[in-house]
């Protein structure tokens, strides 16, 4: 079995990608994209989440996070995952504007159920601040470079503008 994509060390700082089943556009409607903000709430509130570094893309979601001590990041993104694609799944279901209702439930729909995440997290360790500083910049300029604003502080599902003093969506920890 592989160890390249595991989380080795149970205190360490990772970037992570979670991604939408399919590459499915979910997140290019609001009330989608809240409702992942609500649960990374929830994890940071009750689970033992840190997050550094934050952005909601239209099928992905970034995130520099670790686990407080004495708790497994792996966990913690189990539990958001199973509880977000719940929630996003009931939310598509019981949106009369969801316009693309029928097509975004039939890409999420398995002989098992329903699958809205890939499998899988992608967790790199970030042990080097060159490495860290690489990811945080990646991480905010996604948003510049897909074209959705000018500047990274503007996108509201990002942690770009708590890196230049304004509160964000999410209490986050700031990289020094």
Not at 43 to 58: D, R, S, Y
Not at 93 to 104: A, F, G, M, T
Request: aromatic content about 12%.
């Amino acid at each position: 079995m592989s160890l390249k994509y595991k989380f080795k060390n149970p205190q360490g700082l990772y970037f992570i990608t979670l991604t939408v089943n399919h590459w499915i556009d979910v997140f290019t409607r609001r009330e989608y994209k809240d409702i992942i903000v609500e649960n990374l709430d929830f994890c940071i509130q009750n689970k033992g989440l840190e997050i550094f570094a934050w952005c909601i893309m239209t099928n992905h979601l970034h995130l520099i996070t670790k686990a407080k001590e004495g708790t497994l990041l792996q966990n913690i993104l189990r539990d958001f995952k199973k509880n977000s694609s719940k929630a996003i799944i009931n939310a598509i279901n019981d949106n009369p504007q969801e316009s693309r209702k029928e097509w975004l439930l039939r890409g999420f729909k398995t002989n098992d159920g329903n699958k809205f995440w890939q499998e899988g997290n992608h967790p790199i360790e970030l042990s080097k601040n060159e490495v860290i500083k690489e990811k945080l910049d990646y991480i905010h300029a996604n948003p510049v470079k897909a074209g959705f604003v000018f500047r990274e502080q503007d996108f509201l599902y990002s942690s770009a503008g708590d890196y230049l003093g304004e509160r964000g969506l999410l209490k986050i920890e700031i990289i020094e």
